[in-house]
């Protein structure tokens, strides 16, 4: 149990949780980049571009360029002041931008996904814990209801067989005494 939970199923939220990091940059990354800075300039990652989906979640930071004369929240290169950009950044949370399988999900949608499949899975693993120490107590109780040894009784068994022992030897005593 332990060699599966270490070599199959922590590696298999890490690989999800990768799956979520890397969607969230990629997605986040080309919609700042289509914005403008307050000063014009276009093009900034808000996120440090990931290669591959392995280890994004690991490696998840601000883009170090990344700075108030650099975030792109307009979208207009002429109106510095406009949101537009901004606000579609805050709508990326409601657009289907992660994989799974066929299916594409929002984002809270698939890390609701991977959160329950772990609480499903603590779930099992408490039940076979409980079912487990239930079935070791079992077995303990039939293993000394068939092989236990009462304390009591083999106290006084040993006092039954000390006080044979001192009575023999009292008998050979006396056949001694009477023979000389």
Known sequence: AVCALRDAIIPGYLSQVDTLAKAVIDAVNTQHA???SPGGGTGQNFFTPQ????????AF???????????AASGNAVLPGDNSNAYLLAGLSSKPLVTIGT???????????IVTKVGSDVQAIKTTVSQDEAFTKQLSTLRESNSGVSLD??????????RSY??????ITTATEMID
């Open 51 to 58: 290669a591959t989906v392995a280890g994004a979640a690991a």
């Open 61 to 71: 930071s601000i883009d170090a360029g990344l700075s108030i004369s650099t975030i």
């Open 103 to 113: 299916t594409t999900v929002t984002f809270s949608s698939y890390y609701g996904t």
């Open 166 to 171: 001192q009575a023999s030897a009292k008998l």
């Open 153 to 162: 009784e083999e106290m006084t068994n040993l006092i039954k067989y000390q």
């Open 34 to 36: 289509a914005g403008f």
